[in-house]
């Protein structure tokens, strides 16, 4: 298994040196880019981080299966926040266009109504543990807490109305993605599945 590692990072090593001698190549992103200088030139390739973790070892059936329950709430749960991330993203930059305080407080109630309409029965099947993972999930794709988007579409107000209805059922939207730490287990799970490795 290390030869393999060893061998792969050779070729890829080479495989750039070979494409710098070649300049009449296209460039692409997964193709360097020749870059001139005053007498020289360089080929730049943008390689992205590739994550090697070693096996998990489990003591015991239990853990085995809590491990296999979290790979599968991650991957139910992260389409759906990477989602609210490129809706956050556009519903941002729509919302910038529009000229009045009137139109945007409109167009965020509509959006409110079509987003829980549409959303709000896949997300009631989902489990507690499943709508706990999702809410860290969002705080890990946006880089800010649930509740920190709420209030900055719907005001305090809601925002903190949400926030103790979550709390109902033991979630908070102001929980914080923690990669280092208590949820060192699930980044590394959500880089796999990133990948296409789980």
């Known amino acids: 298994m290390k030869n393999s590692i060893y061998i792969g990072i050779i070729f890829l090593l080479l495989s750039v040196g070979l494409c710098a001698q070649n300049q ?38 239990t853990e085995e299966e809590k491990y296999r329950k979290l790979i599968r709430d991650v991957k139910r749960t992260l389409p759906y926040a990477k989602l609210i991330y490129v809706t956050l993203i556009e519903t941002y930059e729509y919302m910038q266009t529009l000229p009045t305080e009137k139109q945007r407080q409109d167009h965020m109630k509509r959006m409110e109504k079509d ?35 709420l209030k900055a579409f719907l005001g305090s107000f809601r925002a903190g109305f949400w926030n103790i209805f979550a709390g109902i059922f033991g979630a908070s939207l102001k929980s914080e993605w923690d990669p280092k730490g208590k949820d060192a287990m699930t980044e590394r799970i959500v880089i796999l599945v990133e990948e296409g490795a789980l």
């Open 24 to 61: 009449g190549a296209l460039v692409s992103p997964r193709t360097p880019h020749p870059y001139s200088g005053v007498g020289d030139s360089l080929s730049v390739m943008i390689i992205p981080d590739i994550y090697v973790y070693p096996p998990v070892e489990f003591k015991s059936i």
């Open 115 to 149: 987003l829980y309409a549409e959303y709000f029965p896949v997300l009631k099947k989902m489990s507690l543990s499943q709508g706990k993972l999702l809410i860290k999930l969002i705080n890990r794709e946006c880089n800010q807490s649930s509740y920190d988007i």
